[in-house]
C-alpha cells in the first residue's frame, strides 16, 4: 500500500529561530499523488466525522483530476475558512481517524489536501461568485472567530445583512491572538479568508466590547437585529492557585500569546515588546501549551513543559507535540509546579516541581496524578507561563437578562445553538468551553440554519 504523501517542512534548526510557517504545503504534484490514494468509498465514513461535513470524496477527486478550482468549489460550500481548518484541524481524531486507508496503513492526508486546495485558490487569486439577493434581515454576531466567522459566512449567503462586533482592533479572534504566525500565518491566511467574507457583505465592527459598549438586550431592543448569536468563546485563563503564582514574570498562555500575536512583540521594530527570561517553563500539555513553549523558543528562551500525566495523555496534537521535541522543547512529564520562587525583587527565579504517579482513573477516564512525597526538585526559569485551560468571560452573561449559565460560567444552549433568551443563540467555546476550530465552526453553522428557520417563522 502506497504511503501518505509527507509534507515538506522547515528544518528544526532553522525554524527554531524564526516565525515563518513550519510546514511547506504540497506541491501540485504532490497533492495529486496524495489524492490519488483515495478509494473514492460509496459510503464515505471521513464526511460524518468532519463537524461541517464537507464532501470530503468531492473535492479529493477533483484534486486527483487537477481540476484545483472546481475543488475549491466543492470545499466552500461547506467551509468559510478551509485554509484555516487544513492548518489546525485535528484531522487525525476526526476525518483521517476513520478513512479506510488506515485500517492497515496511513489513511489519506485530508488536511494537507484542503490546505493545498485553500491555498492554491489564494494564490491564483480565485473567486467564488456568489449571487446572494438581500432578504431585508438583520443579525448580529458578537465575536470574530470561527464560531462567528461561521455563522455570519452562512447567514450573508443565505441573504442576510449580518454585522459582527468584536471587542479587539483585528477580527478573527483566536485565529488572530491564540494561535502563533509559525502554524497560522495572519495576513496570508487569515486576513485573506476573513476579507472573502467581507466581499459577501459581512460587515465587522472592532473595538466593540458587548456588555460595555452595548448589550446583547440593546441590540434587539434598540437597533432592531432580529437575533444575535455569541461566539465570543473563552478567553478567562485559568491559574492553579499555588504560592507565588502572582510574582512578576507569571504569564497566563493567553496573555503571551496575544502579545506576540495580536501585539506582534517579536518583531524589533514594533512598540509592544515582552520580557521573556531565558530559561521558561510552560505549565500543561495542550495544544495552547505548546504555542507558548514554541513561541518562548523562537524569542529566545530555554523552554521547559512541565505536565501532570505521562506523555499518553498529552492533550495536544501528536504532530505539535512532535514538532515541539523537534526543535529542543524539553519535557518534565508526570511533573507538577507546587509553588513558584521569587527574587528579592519579585521576579521569577524558579519553579519548585514534585514528581507525580499515575493511580486510579478519575472522572475523565484518565488515570488520576498522585504526587509522590520527597521528590521536590527546582527548575531555574525568570519567565513562567501558565497555560492550564480557559472559561468564558462573564462579562456578556452578566450584563444579559435571562440567560442561563451552567456551573462551569458556559451559556446553556441546546443542539442548534439556541439559549434561554429569545432571540439569542450561541456557539462555540462559550457553550462548550476551550475546543476546537472546526467544531466552533460547526456550531456556527448550525446556529445560522436555527436563525434563519426562526426569523422566517416570525416573519411569516
Same mark, same amino acid.
Given at each position: 500500500?502506497?504511503?501518505?504523501?509527507?509534507?515538506?517542512?522547515?528544518?528544526?534548526?532553522?525554524?527554531?529561530?524564526?516565525?515563518?510557517?513550519?510546514? *511547506?504545503?504540497?506541491?501540485?504534484?504532490?497533492?495529486?499523488?496524495?489524492?490519488?490514494?483515495?478509494?473514492?468509498?460509496?459510503?464515505?465514513?471521513?464526511?460524518?466525522?468532519?463537524?461541517?461535513?464537507?464532501?470530503?470524496? /468531492?473535492?479529493?477527486?477533483? !484534486?486527483?483530476?487537477?481540476?484545483?478550482?472546481?475543488?475549491?468549489?466543492? *470545499?466552500?460550500?461547506?467551509?468559510?475558512?478551509?485554509?484555516?481548518?487544513?492548518?489546525?484541524?485535528?484531522?487525525?481524531?476526526?476525518?483521517?481517524?476513520?478513512?479506510?486507508?488506515?485500517?492497515?496503513?496511513?489513511?489519506? =492526508?485530508? +488536511?494537507?489536501?484542503?490546505?493545498?486546495?485553500?491555498?492554491?485558490?489564494?494564490?491564483?487569486?480565485?473567486?467564488?461568485?456568489?449571487?446572494?439577493?438581500?432578504?431585508?434581515?438583520?443579525?448580529?454576531?458578537?465575536?470574530?472567530?470561527?464560531?462567528?466567522?461561521?455563522?455570519?459566512?452562512?447567514?450573508?449567503?443565505?441573504?442576510?445583512? #449580518?454585522?459582527?462586533?468584536?471587542?479587539?482592533?483585528?477580527?478573527?479572534?483566536?485565529?488572530?491572538?491564540?494561535?502563533?504566525?509559525?502554524?497560522?500565518?495572519?495576513?496570508?491566511?487569515?486576513?485573506?479568508?476573513?476579507?472573502?467574507?467581507?466581499?459577501?457583505? !459581512?460587515?465587522?465592527?472592532?473595538? #466593540?466590547?458587548?456588555?460595555?459598549?452595548?448589550?446583547?438586550?440593546?441590540?434587539?431592543?434598540?437597533?432592531?437585529?432580529?437575533?444575535?448569536?455569541? +461566539?465570543?468563546?473563552?478567553?478567562?485563563?485559568?491559574?492553579?492557585?499555588?504560592?507565588?503564582?502572582?510574582?512578576?514574570?507569571?504569564?497566563? =498562555?493567553?496573555?503571551?500569546?496575544?502579545?506576540?500575536? *495580536?501585539?506582534?512583540?517579536?518583531?524589533?521594530?514594533?512598540?509592544?515588546?515582552?520580557? !521573556?527570561?531565558?530559561?521558561?517553563?510552560?505549565?500543561?500539555?495542550?495544544?495552547?501549551?505548546?504555542?507558548? =513553549?514554541?513561541?518562548?523558543?523562537?524569542?529566545?528562551?530555554? #523552554?521547559?513543559?512541565?505536565?501532570?500525566?505521562?506523555?499518553?495523555?498529552?492533550?495536544?496534537?501528536?504532530?505539535?507535540?512532535?514538532?515541539?521535541?523537534?526543535?529542543?522543547?524539553?519535557?518534565?512529564?508526570?511533573?507538577?509546579?507546587?509553588?513558584?520562587?521569587?527574587?528579592?525583587?519579585?521576579?521569577?527565579?524558579?519553579?519548585?516541581?514534585?514528581?507525580?504517579?499515575?493511580?486510579?482513573?478519575?472522572?475523565?477516564?484518565?488515570?488520576?496524578?498522585?504526587?509522590?512525597?520527597?521528590?521536590?526538585?527546582?527548575?531555574?526559569?525568570?519567565?513562567?507561563?501558565?497555560?492550564?485551560?480557559?472559561?468564558?468571560?462573564?462579562?456578556?452573561?452578566?450584563?444579559?437578562?435571562?440567560?442561563?449559565?451552567?456551573?462551569?460560567?458556559?451559556?446553556? =444552549?441546546?443542539?442548534?445553538?439556541?439559549?434561554?433568551?429569545?432571540?439569542?443563540?450561541?456557539?462555540?467555546?462559550?457553550?462548550?468551553?476551550?475546543?476546537?476550530?472546526?467544531?466552533?465552526?460547526?456550531? /456556527?453553522?448550525?446556529?445560522?440554519?436555527?436563525?434563519?428557520?426562526?426569523?422566517?417563522?416570525?416573519?411569516?
Amino acid at each position: 500500500m502506497d504511503k501518505r504523501i509527507k509534507m515538506t517542512e522547515q528544518d528544526p534548526n532553522v525554524r527554531k529561530n524564526n516565525f515563518f510557517e513550519v510546514s *511547506l504545503g504540497y506541491t501540485e504534484d504532490e497533492a495529486v499523488e496524495e489524492a490519488k490514494r483515495c478509494l473514492n468509498c460509496k459510503n464515505p465514513r471521513c464526511v460524518p466525522k468532519c463537524p461541517v461535513a464537507i464532501d470530503i470524496p /468531492g473535492f479529493i477527486q477533483e !484534486v486527483k483530476k487537477r481540476n484545483f478550482k472546481k475543488a475549491y468549489e466543492i *470545499l466552500t460550500k461547506y467551509t468559510s475558512l478551509p485554509a484555516v481548518c487544513g492548518r489546525v484541524c485535528p484531522q487525525e481524531i476526526q476525518c483521517e481517524s476513520t478513512c479506510i486507508l488506515g485500517i492497515k496503513g496511513e489513511p489519506v =492526508a485530508i +488536511g494537507n489536501l484542503e490546505r493545498f486546495v485553500a491555498d492554491w485558490a489564494i494564490k491564483n487569486n480565485i473567486e467564488i461568485k456568489n449571487t446572494i439577493e438581500k432578504n431585508g434581515h438583520k443579525v448580529a454576531i458578537v465575536g470574530s472567530g470561527p464560531a462567528g466567522l461561521a455563522c455570519a459566512g452562512d447567514l450573508s449567503k443565505m441573504g442576510y445583512d #449580518v454585522t459582527i462586533f468584536e471587542a479587539l482592533q483585528e477580527a478573527g479572534g483566536v485565529l488572530t491572538y491564540g494561535i502563533p504566525e509559525f502554524r497560522l500565518p495572519k495576513d496570508k491566511i487569515v486576513k485573506t479568508e476573513i476579507n472573502k467574507l467581507k466581499k459577501l457583505g !459581512v460587515k465587522i465592527e472592532t473595538d #466593540v466590547i458587548i456588555g460595555r459598549t452595548i448589550t446583547i438586550d440593546e441590540l434587539i431592543e434598540e437597533e432592531k437585529f432580529e437575533a444575535v448569536f455569541i +461566539g465570543s468563546g473563552a478567553g478567562l485563563p485559568r491559574f492553579m492557585n499555588i504560592p507565588g503564582e502572582n510574582t512578576k514574570g507569571v504569564f497566563s =498562555a493567553n496573555e503571551f500569546l496575544t502579545r506576540t500575536n *495580536l501585539m506582534k512583540a517579536y518583531l524589533e521594530d514594533y512598540e509592544t515588546p515582552i520580557k !521573556v527570561g531565558k530559561r521558561v517553563v510552560v505549565v500543561g500539555g495542550g495544544n495552547v501549551a505548546m504555542d507558548a =513553549a514554541r513561541t518562548a523558543l523562537r524569542l529566545g528562551s530555554e #523552554v521547559h513543559i512541565v505536565y501532570r500525566r505521562s506523555e499518553k495523555e498529552l492533550p495536544a496534537r501528536e504532530a505539535e507535540v512532535h514538532h515541539a521535541k523537534e526543535e529542543g522543547i524539553q519535557f518534565h512529564l508526570l511533573t507538577n509546579p507546587v509553588e513558584i520562587l521569587a527574587d528579592e525583587n519579585d521576579w521569577v527565579k524558579g519553579v519548585k516541581c514534585i514528581k507525580m504517579e499515575l493511580g486510579e482513573p478519575d472522572e475523565s477516564g484518565r488515570r488520576r496524578p498522585i504526587e509522590i512525597k520527597g521528590s521536590e526538585y527546582i527548575i531555574d526559569a525568570e519567565t513562567v507561563i501558565m497555560a492550564i485551560g480557559t472559561t468564558p468571560n462573564p462579562l456578556i452573561t452578566s450584563t444579559t437578562k435571562d440567560i442561563e449559565i451552567n456551573k462551569k460560567q458556559c451559556i446553556v =444552549a441546546d443542539e442548534d445553538g439556541k439559549t434561554t433568551k429569545d432571540k439569542v443563540f450561541a456557539g462555540g467555546d462559550i457553550v462548550t468551553g476551550a475546543a476546537t476550530v472546526i467544531l466552533a465552526m460547526g456550531s /456556527g453553522k448550525k446556529a445560522a440554519k436555527a436563525i434563519d428557520k426562526m426569523i422566517r417563522k416570525n416573519n411569516s
